[in-house]
């Protein structure tokens, strides 16, 4: 019975939603694609400041005649390591500018700079934004992103985008993340379900 108890907190704390990274944007110009002739990913980079679990990832839907086609989109480390990847369009989940799809959950640490991005084709029919003059995000995430694009040799697919710009980002892609819970949270959760238990006796 206390076993029961103890795994159901935890399943319980460790799936409380963060939300969604970028919270909010304003400004920018809306483009196709970044070639006229290859798919190619953009996207951007960023950094958190406290353990964080991706569990979605998702594309901009904000275009005149809403989201059309689906779009791979990926997420990497610094080194250009692939971490997780999925399918976002039409079919999924839509919150505000954004419609996600569920991938792998991976755990985002500090330290490290991640990439994330998606294919966008120019017969695909929808759009991302280039530079938006505003950019708000969770406060988990660190506000030190730049826009990524594919370089030449980059073109094709979903490949880790190596081309950096100066703008705050190419959107293009957000994610969903939940809180990793504080071990001091668990271990109180856990007595207080230990002593529920007691009591019920």
């Known amino acids: 019975m206390v076993r029961t108890i103890a795994a159901a907190l935890l399943v319980t704390v460790a799936g ?45 839907n904000g275009d005149i005649d809403g989201l059309t086609a689906n779009h791979e989109v990926g997420l990497w480390d610094s080194a250009g390591n692939l971490l997780t ?33 998606a294919v966008y084709d120019i017969n695909d029919g929808d759009s991302y934004v280039s530079g938006p003059s505003v950019l708000n995000l969770a406060p988990e995430i660190n506000p030190t992103t730049n826009g990524v694009f594919p370089d030449t040799g980059d073109l094709g697919g979903l490949f880790f985008p190596t081309g950096d710009s100066t703008n705050l980002a190419r959107l293009g892609t957000n994610f969903l993340y939940r809180p990793i819970p504080a071990p001091a949270s668990l271990a109180l959760l856990g007595l207080g379900g230990v002593a529920a238990c007691r009591r019920r006796r």
């Open 16 to 60: 409380t939603a963060g939300g969604q990274a970028i919270t909010g944007f304003s400004g920018g110009t809306q483009f196709g694609a970044w070639d006229a002739t290859q798919p190619g990913v953009v996207g951007w980079r960023f950094d958190v400041n406290t353990p964080i679990i991706l569990t979605d990832i998702g594309v901009f």
């Open 85 to 117: 990847q999925g399918v976002a369009g039409p079919g999924g989940t839509a919150l505000g500018q954004f419609t996600y799809s569920s991938v792998e959950d991976v755990v985002l640490t500090p330290g490290e700079r991640y990439t994330i991005g």
